[in-house]
């Protein structure tokens, strides 16, 4: 399966593209996608429903945001989706604010719609990335190794069910959660972008 959100001009704003068990983003060098983020989209997209028809005059279209993205003006985004048995282009259009919805067209039909939910697709790609550099929880860290700038490296080691200085007694620490912090800075490392 593949999602591709475009812009203006039929510029490329987000693609998505799913390998094996994950998604990847183009955007970002193929880095890996949110893929519970892409799910619970995809499930919002196939509940959402037309609420009421709207126009199907072309003229009208940049009102509600959704006149074809060929046009450098353009204010709404076109979601492709394409895959096994899948080809569909929605356009997304400005959101309705009274009934939370947001008006969309099918691409290649004149007639527009509101839909029942808020379909919108974040046309920023940072949004879209697995930020999780590295996930290891902390019952796996049996020792942590530092190396402070300017001072002596040193070790803390899994005892007690604590961590504390490799080199001393397992209370040998004033505060018992002190090691714990530190050791646990691998449990969730996240990057902001790439």
């Known amino acids: 399966l ?21 998604w990847q983003l183009a955007q970002r060098d193929d880095w ?7 799910a619970a989209f995809l499930v919002q997209l196939a509940q959402a429903r037309r609420a009421e028809a709207k126009t199907d005059r072309e003229v009208m279209y940049p009102r509600i945001g959704v006149e074809d ?8 985004t076109e979601l492709r989706l394409a895959g096994q048995g899948i080809a569909a282009r929605l356009v997304i259009g400005k959101p309705h604010k009274v009934s939370g919805g947001r008006f969309v067209r099918l691409a290649g039909q004149a007639r527009s719609w509101l839909s029942d939910t808020d379909v919108g697709f974040d046309p ?5 990335m697995d930020h999780r550099l590295l996930a290891l929880p902390l ?12 001072a002596p490296a040193f070790a803390l080691v899994s005892r007690d069910d604590r961590f504390g200085p490799d080199d001393a007694p397992s209370g040998a ?11 646990s800075a691998l449990v969730a490392l996240d990057v902001d972008d790439v």
């Open 2 to 22: 593949d999602l591709e959100l475009r812009g203006a001009g039929n510029k490329a704003l987000v693609s998505l593209q799913r390998k094996g068990d994950e």
């Open 32 to 38: 890996r996608a949110d893929g519970a983020r892409i």
């Open 69 to 76: 993205v060929s046009d450098a003006n353009a204010t709404g």
């Open 124 to 128: 920023d790609p940072v949004a879209w």
């Open 139 to 150: 019952a796996r860290v049996d020792r942590v190794r530092l190396r402070p700038r300017g």
């Open 173 to 183: 620490m004033h505060d018992s959660h002190a090691g714990d912090d530190i050791a």
